[in-house]
Nanobody, 122 residues
Framework: QVQLVESGGGLVQAGGSLRLSCAASGRTFSWYSMGWFRQAPGKEREFVAAIRWSNNSTYYADSMKGRFTISRDNPKNTVYLQMNSLKPEDTAVYYC???????????????WGQGTQVTVSS
């Protein structure tokens, strides 16, 4: 089974950018579709973006389209989330997840990282 470790979170001003990384170890990383989710205080975990393992096709939640970009580097066993034009409402713990098929729901992913905090100040 693959293990995931996120990094790259931090404090940024509104309008700024951050790039999150998710390093995978264990089973063959390239066989997994990868997703990013986030959870703000008092809210449910929500889908952010995903990338399919077979053809690298990408999918985004509507509120992230045009601002966030998901990508993967299979030789480095890493998936990235580039976040631009950040808003205070993007403040959350961001999680990466791995699953056999691309999905938009939490339950479709079998493996989760520990999360990384992103805080956007106004």
């Amino acid at each position: 089974q693959v293990q995931l470790v996120e990094s790259g979170g931090g404090l940024v001003q509104a309008g700024g950018s951050l790039r999150l990384s998710c390093a995978a170890s264990g089973r063959t990383f390239s066989w997994y579709s990868m997703g990013w989710f986030r959870q703000a205080p008092g809210k449910e975990r929500e889908f952010v973006a995903a990338i399919r393992w077979s053809n690298n096709s990408t999918y985004y939640a509507d509120s992230m389209k045009g601002r966030f970009t998901i990508s993967r580097d299979n030789p480095k066993n890493t998936v990235y989330l580039q976040m631009n034009s950040l808003k205070p409402e993007d403040t959350a713990v961001y999680y990466c997840a791995a699953g056999p098929n691309l999905g938009f729901l939490n339950r479709e992913y079998a493996v989760w990282g520990q999360g990384t905090q992103v805080t956007v100040s106004s």
